[in-house]
């Protein structure tokens, strides 16, 4: 640890060896080590101690890169190491860095020297002209974040989400940057507590705690360029099972065996799409994880085999405190083999949550992680298809919840964790608790199920987390100002890394209205992670408890979810394969049109199809922006040009929803569940006017047969004129096999439909139409 203040000085040495510089700038050192053209890492520390690899840390070790070209130049005044793609200059009089693209432009530049003083360090960069600021994990506020300040610590916030709610379950230090006309991406390899600070305008300061200054930087020029950087170092979202990308129905707590039959057979009654049922912490002995309240679900098992045949899956929650319990299994075996979280002088820590007196266990030590998956074996082999972990900041309350529980706090900061030979606080650890407990779950269920995906959920986690779980954004409430709240949480989340995310679909705490549930559900139904979920003491939530009306628009937009769902799933695709969100921000893909840099209300699925949901009480019309290019309405076809803001009409039954000209999208029939029916007939809704190239993914969607090469992909390209429209279908590659089917091409060519079909058998084909502009 350092003791005095430290900062950089003249450079007064410096080493240069291939794709790495060291840099000796007084007492601190720099390491400079390009990974990829585009992904520079910038260590320094004072001393030049550098820290040893932990068995812990996120970011791929760097022998895992190729080794890249770079070359160094100098000048009186400074180094210059050059890739490929971009510039990091470091002045020799000061030993400052500043980023340079090819055509000289500054970014990520020091504002002045980073300072090391106690057990902290911060450093300043320079914002420059026109900047904006997107990611830093999950936030409240908007979009777009410049002046706030956020704190890195997964906390359980003990107020009401606001914009100023800070911080909250998930602790991601991963930025995004839209410079002029270029973008770069940040990770800050801290996993200690530690803050953003874009509060003073021109600089953005990072404070953490800890010795060694550890980014990452990633060159675009494009946007989601940056994306794929960072997700290559920071991990990607395996493809989770097919069944979760359906409708997840949740509540604390259906409380017995007879509601749970009761809610799926509604579903079912009511055809409203829904494939699984979560249940909370009632479902359990006491809280005790890894236990059935053998009253309230006597025959788990029998229930479990009976919901599967109806096609819907269970996925229960597991919390990480272990309830004090001498007659407790997993607590003795825990105890037994010392794997839960100790303080400092070697005493157990416990605290407070559902079960009142409980343990942690050390899930960063790898033993615990093994013993914590083999636990949860025995539920899956029960039949629970996924795992939901709760309260993994790890939040632990002031007062026992039989006493109302009071706020919620965390580990003491100085208790041990890790592995003998990498012993350490927990506040170096604590990010990082729920991330290893989703690992430990994640894995224990690939262990339990070897050639099965699984589909694992969490509410807190680290930069990674969605190597091992998709996660949603905690307790929100049945309030319109949440429902705004989470686009730009998901969006956000998606920039930084985390495509498969949601919000509880009608709010946790409180009552929504039949309105908002309504328009709550029109978006939820494509959110990536669809689920509704309310708060014990709540109204009932579910899709049919608003009349008839809500109901049917229940029915309606999850029923569409399930017809996008060949899109949709090929979007989850290529969010495991690039590190692309899900849902995207309208920069993502018209980086230069400067009107969407703020735009948090409309969200782009994918490439193509365009959300503009209703976010107001009594509104029927919005105003939507139309990036550049031609736009056409989805439900009733109408066209529009872009470049410029639209009224929307939206009653209540209508969210306004938009495709781009120069779209292709797959659909198949509507289900009742995820592939209930083959898809047939596969369905390609054309949308004319621009080139569109789309590759449809498909696979077995329960195995990982997929990473061994076993899946189907399709490569659709949309081309022509005023006069025709034409689709070149390429022949389907990969070995994952695929039944002849009917293949319906529709040209949707504003009001206008057009209707080609053919038997399917995976040959190159060219579907042409005339169209029929002005008719
Ligand atoms: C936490 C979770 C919430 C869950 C509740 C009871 O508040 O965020 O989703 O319903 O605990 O388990």
């Known amino acids: 640890m350092i003791k005095a203040r430290a900062m950089l000085g003249a450079v007064r040495e410096y080493r240069f060896l291939g794709s790495e510089l060291w840099v000796d700038c007084g007492d601190p050192h720099m390491r400079v080590t390009f990974l990829k053209p585009e992904l520079v890492r910038v260590r320094i520390v004072p001393g030049g101690d550098f820290e040893e690899e932990h068995s812990w840390d996120v970011p791929l ?4 890169f190729h080794a890249v070209e770079v070359n160094l130049q100098q000048t009186q005044h400074a180094l210059f190491l050059n890739s490929a793609a971009f510039t990091v200059r470091i002045d020799k009089d000061t030993a400052l860095l500043e980023m340079l693209t090819t055509d000289g432009k500054s970014f990520f530049t020091d504002a002045s020297s980073p300072v090391w003083e106690e057990d902290r360090y911060w450093f300043t960069k320079r914002i420059e002209n026109g900047e904006k600021y997107y990611g830093f994990g999950e936030r409240g506020g908007r979009m777009e974040k410049q002046g706030q300040t956020m704190k890195n610590w997964a906390t359980d916030p003990s107020e009401p989400h606001t914009a100023f709610v800070d911080p909250m379950y998930m602790a991601i230090p991963v930025y995004l940057v839209m410079s002029q006309n270029f973008a770069y991406g940040v990770y800050v390899n801290s996993t200690w507590e530690s803050t953003f600070d874009l509060s003073k305008s021109g600089q953005l300061r990072f404070e953490s705690l800890g010795d060694e200054l550890d980014v990452y930087i990633a060159y675009g020029p494009q946007p989601l360029d940056v994306l794929e950087h960072l997700s290559e170092l920071l991990g990607r979202m395996p493809m989770p099972p097919k069944w979760a990308l359906g409708y997840h129905q949740s509540r604390w707590s259906y409380g017995n065996e007879q509601e749970v039959r009761k809610l799926v057979s509604t579903f079912r009654e009511k055809e409203i799409p829904c494939d699984v049922i979560h249940l909370d912490i009632d479902y359990m002995d006491n809280y005790k994880v890894f236990t059935w309240d053998d009253e309230r679900f006597p025959t788990p098992q029998r229930m479990l085999e009976d919901l599967k045949r109806k096609n819907f899956r269970v996925v229960t929650i597991i919390d990480p405190g272990v309830k004090v319990d001498p007659n407790y299994a997993v607590y003795r075996e825990g105890m037994e083999r010392a794997y839960f979280v100790r303080d400092a002088r070697g005493k157990i820590c416990s605290g407070y949550v559902w079960p009142d007196e409980s343990v942690f266990p050390d899930f960063s030590r790898s033993e615990v992680r093994d013993w914590w998956g083999d636990w949860q074996h025995g539920l899956i082999e029960q039949g629970v298809c996924g795992i939901w972990n709760d309260m993994n900041e790890p939040t632990v309350f002031e007062k026992p919840f039989s006493l ?55 509410r807190s986690g680290f930069a990674g987390i969605q190597r091992w779980s998709a996660s949603w954004m905690g307790d929100n409430g049945s309030c319109w100002e949440h429902l705004e709240m989470s686009m730009g949480q998901l969006i956000n989340m998606g920039i930084s890394g985390v495509p498969f995310v949601g919000a509880d679909i009608g709010g946790f705490f409180g009552n929504a209205t039949p309105e908002l549930f309504a328009r709550w559900i029109q978006i939820g139904s494509l959110y990536p992670f669809s689920r509704g979920h309310s708060c014990t003491g709540t109204i009932a939530q579910e899709p049919w408890q608003f009349g008839e009306e809500v109901e049917n628009i229940a029915r309606e937009y999850l029923s569409l979810r399930y017809r996008l769902m060949p899109y949709l799933y090929s979007v989850f695709w290529k969010a495991s394969q690039r590190g692309y969100p899900i849902w995207r921000s309208l ?16 969200v782009l699925i994918g490439r193509y199809l365009m959300a503009a949901p209703i976010l107001k009480p009594g509104q029927t019309a919005r105003q939507v922006y139309l990036p550049e290019g031609t736009w056409y309405d989805w439900w009733d076809g109408y066209r529009y040009e872009g470049g410029r803001y639209i009224l929307a009409e939206a009653p209540i039954q209508r969210m306004p929803l938009y495709v781009r000209a120069g779209a292709v999208i797959p659909m198949g029939p509507a289900m009742q569940y995820v592939d209930e029916k083959p898809l047939e007939p596969l369905s390609l809704h054309l949308f004319p006017g621009d080139k569109a190239d789309f590759t449809l993914y498909e696979d077995d969607g329960v195995s990982l047969d997929y990473e061994r090469g076993k899946f189907a992909t399709t490569r659709y390209q949309l081309r022509g004129d005023d006069r025709m429209a034409e689709v070149e279908i390429f022949e389907r590659e990969g070995n994952y096999e695929i039944p002849v089917r009917s293949l319906h091409v529709i040209l949707r060519d504003g009001r206008h439909y057009q209707q080609k079909q053919f038997v399917d058998s995976g040959n190159a084909r060219i579907v042409q139409f005339q169209r029929m502009i002005g008719l």
Not at 420 to 425: H, L, Q
Not at 587 to 602: G, N, R, V
């Open 61 to 64: 070790a760097d022998e895992a």
């Open 404 to 458: 109302g529980g009071g706020r919620g706090g965390t580990l003491p900061l100085k208790a041990e964790q890790g592995a003998a030979e990498e012993v350490t606080t927990h506040a170096e650890l604590h990010n990082l608790y729920g991330s290893q407990m989703a690992q430990a779950s994640y894995t224990g269920m690939r262990k339990s199920k070897p050639n099965e995906r699984a589909f694992h959920l969490t």
């Open 587 to 602: 920069f993502l893909h018209y980086p230069e049109d400067k009107q969407t840099a703020h735009i948090d209300d409309q």
